[in-house]
């Protein structure tokens, strides 16, 4: 899923120059791309690989988290997800 070695995902990684920065900048920069430029939308499933997520522009929390560590790790920034679950009660109204 974290195919961040792809034509797309590295294109952009040069074209923003996210290599030239330090780490932290590295982070903050890739973090508000994913924030403010991929918008909230449901892919078709939350298994996409993260190039799809990019070419698509748009992704849910599952799917946005995998393009943001496939970014991440494109700049040599490694990472790694820590999960869980919401219980549907919690979720009960916030959706059609």
Same mark, same amino acid.
């Given at each position: 899923?974290? /195919?961040?070695? !792809?034509?797309?995902?590295?294109?952009?990684? &040069?074209?923003? !120059?996210?290599?030239?920065?330090?780490?932290? /900048?590295?982070?903050? &920069?890739?973090? /508000?791309?994913?924030?403010?430029?991929?918008?909230?939308?449901?892919?078709?499933?939350?298994?996409?690989? &993260?190039?799809?997520?990019? !070419?698509?522009?748009?992704?849910?929390? /599952?799917?946005?988290?995998?393009?943001?560590? &496939?970014?991440?790790? !494109?700049?040599?920034?490694?990472? +790694?997800?820590?999960?869980?679950?919401?219980?549907? +009660?919690?979720?009960?109204?916030?959706?059609?």
């Amino acid at each position: 899923m974290l /195919n961040y070695n !792809s034509s797309e995902i590295q294109t952009l990684v &040069a074209k923003r !120059s996210w290599r030239e920065l330090d780490d932290f /900048n590295k982070i903050q &920069a890739i973090y /508000n791309f994913v924030r403010d430029e991929i918008l909230f939308g449901y892919n078709v499933s939350d298994s996409v690989v &993260a190039s799809r997520v990019l !070419s698509d522009g748009y992704g849910q929390c /599952n799917t946005k988290r995998t393009l943001l560590m &496939a970014l991440l790790r !494109s700049v040599d920034i490694p990472c +790694r997800i820590h999960g869980f679950t919401i219980d549907k +009660r919690l979720q009960k109204g916030t959706m059609t």
